[in-house]
């Protein structure tokens, strides 16, 4: 009985993991617009807008927003980075953030629409998980990214970000296909007369001090892409391993799974984004 008892369990285990990381990766992240416009808003208080996908919602890898309600305990931080979102989805559930006001937003989004749009399987995937009226495309994108700077208004007060790199090989095809992206939301930025963080160069740069080997290259199988987000989750929540140890056993420097930030690119972002609040 006891013998079956312990299969049963070492069965079950896997099952209990991938429900546990499931809930995580689910889970909203804290102090969003709608938390906001429930509460007791203070007028005194700077409100600060950090839209995006999961590189600004920090639970799948470091919150660089996190950091930024440190540094800054007396402003209001809003943080609307949703898991899995593209342009289009932002699109949809802007009103309520914009309905608090916000006296700075940073924008930081793309890379799903970049991921969805470099190969035909991946595109299939973001385009049934997500609802999306269609595949992914750096056209649409395009559409999309203007739609934002029209709803959000032209602003000083308004920064976007470029997309951090896929993979740590800068010179990959999947970095020449994310290059389209941060040359199209460096022109827009130019002409529109916006803020540029510019997240991309920061953390390219960054990645030459790696100190050990990259070990693999960015592949786009569904399979490949979830095993690593999470077997780094649950190393990071179950085993409490940092983000940086999880990316060095994976040869990683900045991204732990590489598509999202450890804390030391999280650390790199917060920094640019302290500037830009910091001179607004």
């Known amino acids: 009985m006891t013998f079956i008892f312990l299969v049963l369990i070492i069965a079950a285990a896997p099952a209990a993991a ?24 203070q007028p ?22 996190d950091y930024l309600r440190q540094e800054f305990p007396n402003d209001v931080f809003l943080n609307e980075g949703i898991n899995g979102n593209t342009a ?7 009103d309520p953030i914009l309905d608090c006001k916000p006296d700075l937003i940073i924008l930081l989004i793309g ?10 399987n991946s595109g299939l995937r973001y385009k ?70 510019p997240v991309s160069d920061a953390l390219c740069s960054e990645i030459k001090s790696r100190t050990y080997p990259l070990k693999l290259e960015y592949n786009p199988k569904t399979r490949l892409i979830m095993r690593r987000i999470f077997g780094g989750i649950f190393h990071h929540y179950v085993f409490s391993k940092s983000w940086n140890d999880i990316s060095k056993a994976k040869g990683q420097w900045i991204l732990f799974d590489q598509i999202h930030l ?7 972002v ?8 910091s001179k607004s």
């Open 128 to 197: 049934k998980n997500n609802e999306l009226p269609e595949v992914p495309t750096l056209g649409k994108y395009k559409e999309h990214l203007n739609e934002l700077i029209e709803k959000i208004g032209f602003s000083s007060n308004f920064a976007i970000c470029t997309l951090p790199p896929i993979g740590e090989n800068v010179n990959s095809e999947v970095n020449r296909h994310v290059n389209l992206f941060n040359d199209y939301i460096k022109l827009t930025v130019n002409q529109k007369n916006l803020s540029l963080l």
């Open 262 to 268: 450890n804390e030391r690119g999280a650390e790199i």
């Open 18 to 41: 991938f429900f546990y990381v499931s809930k995580i990766i689910s889970t909203p992240p804290k102090g969003r617009a709608e938390d906001y416009l429930k509460s007791n808003n």
């Open 88 to 94: 289009w989805q932002v699109i949809q559930r802007l």
């Open 44 to 65: 005194d208080k700077k409100i600060i807008a950090c839209i995006g996908d999961s590189l600004t919602h920090g639970n799948i890898g470091q919150s660089w927003v």
């Open 111 to 120: 890379t799903n629409d970049a991921l969805g749009s470099f190969d035909i």
């Open 270 to 277: 917060f920094k640019l984004a302290k500037d830009f609040i």
